[in-house]
């Protein structure tokens, strides 16, 4: 197929249709690309809108709906509380960054694993459950250094932040803008 995506066309009536098999599919079905790593664009048959993102998000409503969640009902608070702030565009950075991080962490846990039960061994759930195990401690460890990272990551982008705000603001006449917060010297005598 080469770098192009598969094409999915979605219908007025809200069916999917896949132009590479010539025929049509569910959310299943393009669930099961993303798992395969099958790269594909979602448009409206229609208009040529771009619907990827939707149907994504779609599928992920429909797994968030079954089985055990994802995302804690808080997260999503905390997430929908991102949109139309100004932080909403660093804080997706963020999360995408996190989940790289994340994904490095289970490919070295899957060499690992490799090395341990070998290439041709299948990992059942039973076999990673045993795995994981014995892995604890050293997840342990490589989850509090990456927490830590992450959150000094996070500090530091909060930093340049407040410094590129006062670096644009500091030519206004504020007064006092950019000065640290100081509680006033007669209020601190009284306490």
């Known amino acids: 197929m080469g770098d192009t995506p598969r094409m999915i066309k979605k219908y007025p009536n809200r069916r999917l ?3 590479a098999h010539s ?26 809108d771009e619907l990827t993102r939707g149907i994504l998000l779609q ?9 055990m969640p994802m995302f804690s009902s808080e997260m999503l608070s905390q997430m929908i509380r991102f949109y139309g702030s100004a932080q909403q565009t660093i804080m997706g950075q963020y999360m995408e960054q996190n989940v790289k991080a994340f994904l490095a962490i289970q490919t070295k846990l899957q060499d690992q694993a490799k090395q341990i039960y ?74």
């Open 23 to 48: 025929g049509y599919i569910t959310l299943a079905d393009v669930k099961q690309m993303v798992l395969e790593n099958i790269d594909f664009q979602v448009i409206d048959a229609k208009t040529g």
């Open 59 to 67: 599928i992920i409503l429909d797994e968030e709906s079954g089985g």
């Open 118 to 191: 070998g290439d041709k061994m299948m990992l059942t759930p039973d076999l990673w459950k045993q795995f994981m195990q014995m892995q604890a401690p050293a997840m342990q460890g490589m989850l509090g250094n990456y927490l830590e990272q992450s959150a000094k990551l996070f500090m530091d982008m909060q930093q340049r932040m407040q410094d590129q705000t006062r670096g644009m603001f500091a030519a206004f006449p504020f007064p006092n803008f950019g000065a640290p917060q100081q509680s006033a010297p007669d209020e601190d005598k009284k306490r």
């Open 17 to 19: 249709y896949d132009t």
